[in-house]
DNA sequence: ATATTGTCTGTTATCGATAACAATGTGTAA
DNA sequence: TTACACATTGTTATCGATAACAGACAATAT
């Protein structure tokens, strides 16, 4: 149905070959010629079929993005930042939501692949993908982590210092008279939680408080799993007076629980997480949180993976790690200000 | 590089076309060559290549959707709704940012029709976007507009009622005892600006309050926008008593620009606005807003779109008019609290 | 025994664009 | 005038898969 490249070539009394030189601006087309074929082009609406360009090139311009989710605000500005840095480079972004499901995740992988994306940019949904990821760079197939790390995969990756950004929180925590700080946290099966879970074990012991193991909570990190977690953090004997939850999910989970116990923070009991998020940051600004820069995760891995998808990269694969920033607002108290006291 | 078919039939010892038989699960396979067929695949780690496939079928099985931001909490469950309906029917999803630029819109969907993606889910960024989408729907091509119409253009449409959810957000307004009720909103250039605009004059002039076309500020709806716009709300006389902002995103820069004036909402100015946001909601239930069903946009969008590739949806155009809902919470005050009073 | 039906598999052409090569014509040098 | 370089354009084969048709062979019917 739509205009090919023959139907501009038979308006223009050209071949094919000559539409397709004028097109890419290829030399050696007489001015004349060229002016007939463009002329043809535009009286045509013709518009290039990239499917077979992309055939014949093994160029599709299409990179793949696997993250758990888009709605997730730490997530949608890594979709901004990969899309707008591919777009710049010409290319264009599919994008799946794999929910942190390892099937579909695996599914979605090969999918993109049969779709010939150039490249694929993934935020992995647990250690687990690994299984799915390392076949990809067995064959040299253009793989960029962002977010979370894979055991024993050596591959380009992108991910924040969680563990200095945990001790941080946790640190300040104590520095405002917290001891019995509760962790909400994932079924350590990724490289975030462990590596915050480290940060927070560090600061603890840095300041010599005992760790106790079930002060850790695990879950799933989603609100539910805040949730739920939460609930079991309030049945704990002694009953902690800070929650340091993962990620901006299991905190919305964790205040949840909290309100319904009528639980006022950081009165009753403080809160910390990671991920700022903009609108609660300039509407509410009252968690403390560290914040990651979300948007480079996207920019920066779409940056690796077309240097890597154009052979500017080299062999050695790079292992980018960014910093976090600490943000104090009012949800974990302070030392002059009321201090949490127990119920 | 990859394996293709012929590797797998060179394995096999068969042709080709068996191969595509057994693929594509085609009669007439015997048992025996079936098998030998898919141990070659296994062995090969074989998977089609879509894009011949896509050439000779004419069908990419992709969608485009383009929206204005990703990162706006309106439009990423927009998105994960589309991507969602689409996986389940087997499609992939391009997404793209116009960041609101009518160019960049442009360009985005000429690069996807080159794309030859099946279909179009477009959130257009104005009235103006009527001249980029007009050419496809000429030729039949499948596309559906969400979020905002466009003038004269009988496309399959999602939008949410604006007007009547605009109305009843300024009717609870007046309702609490506001009568200069400023409102921030866009430069009339789209359906959704307009109908709130018309929802708002509907209610001031059900209360038979005058309308005074100094309180509608016009600017661009982010967050600078509502930002400045709120600045000069700020400076008119009589200073209005509650501000009606029109998306997420301006209700942003108007907070900030009230903090810096160091105004408590709702006692200095009561604050409204379209689009619900979940962390806000949770973490801080504090704005009275209009909800709209954003995940249903990308969904129903999808849907809809869908259908029309496949020829089920007939001739006809359709029109969804989703319902909003009005969510009560502190941002306006109320007649038993402390009324708003001026400085 | 021959025709007929059906099962299974292979061949050729095609989708739309392009790489590689071939062909045509023009102008200039010997 | 003949030869050769150069500019311009066309032809053929190809990317990987599949539609449409053709061929081979066995089983059944007449």
């Known amino acids: ?47 290039p079929n990239r499917v077979a360009r992309g055939l014949i090139s093994q160029k599709t311009a299409t990179l793949g993005l696997i993250v758990p989710d888009v709605v997730n605000p730490f997530f949608s500005p890594v979709v901004r930042g990969a899309e707008t840095t591919a777009r710049k480079a010409g290319y ?17 992988i090969d999918d993109l692949v049969s779709h010939r994306v150039e490249g694929l940019l993934i935020a ?10 390392f076949p990809l760079l067995r064959r040299g197939f253009p793989v960029v982590l962002i977010d979370r790390a894979l055991p024993d995969l050596d591959c ?11 001790r941080r929180l946790v640190e300040h925590l104590i520095a405002v008279g917290h001891r019995e700080i509760a962790h909400v946290t994932d079924a350590e099966d990724t490289s975030t939680g462990r590596e915050r879970l480290r940060g927070y074990r560090d600061a603890l012991e840095a300041a010599g408080i005992p760790y106790r193991s079930e002060y850790v909570l695990r879950t799933t990190v989603d609100r539910i799993g805040g949730y739920r977690a939460t609930q079991q953090v309030l049945s704990l004997d002694p009953l902690p007076t800070a929650i340091f939850a993962v990620n901006n999910m299991t905190v919305v989970g964790a205040m949840q629980a909290l309100r319904e116990r009528n639980m006022i923070v950081p009165k009753d009991m403080a809160l910390a997480c990671f991920d700022d998020v903009e609108h609660l940051a300039v509407l509410s600004p009252f968690l403390t949180v560290i914040d990651q820069p979300a948007e480079t995760f996207g920019s920066l891995g ?18 980018i790690v960014l910093q976090t920033d600490l943000i104090v607002r009012a949800s974990c108290g302070s030392k002059e200000g009321a201090l949490p006291h127990r119920v």
């Open 1 to 47: 149905m739509p205009i090919t490249l023959r139907d501009v070539a038979n308006r223009a009394g050209v071949s094919a070959m000559t539409v397709s030189r004028v097109i890419n601006g290829r030399a050696g087309v007489d001015a004349e010629t060229q002016r007939k074929v463009e002329d043809a082009i535009e009286a045509l609406d013709y518009v």
């Open 124 to 133: 992995p949904a647990s250690d687990n993908s690994r299984h799915s990821v």
């Open 92 to 108: 264009r972004l599919l994008l799946c939501n794999s929910e942190g499901d390892l099937r579909l995740e695996r599914e979605y």
């Open 156 to 166: 380009d990756l992108i991910v924040s210092d969680s563990a200095t950004g945990a």
């Open 302 to 319: 779409a940056q690796l993976l077309l240097e890597r998808i154009s052979g500017k990269a080299g062999p050695r694969t790079r292992r």
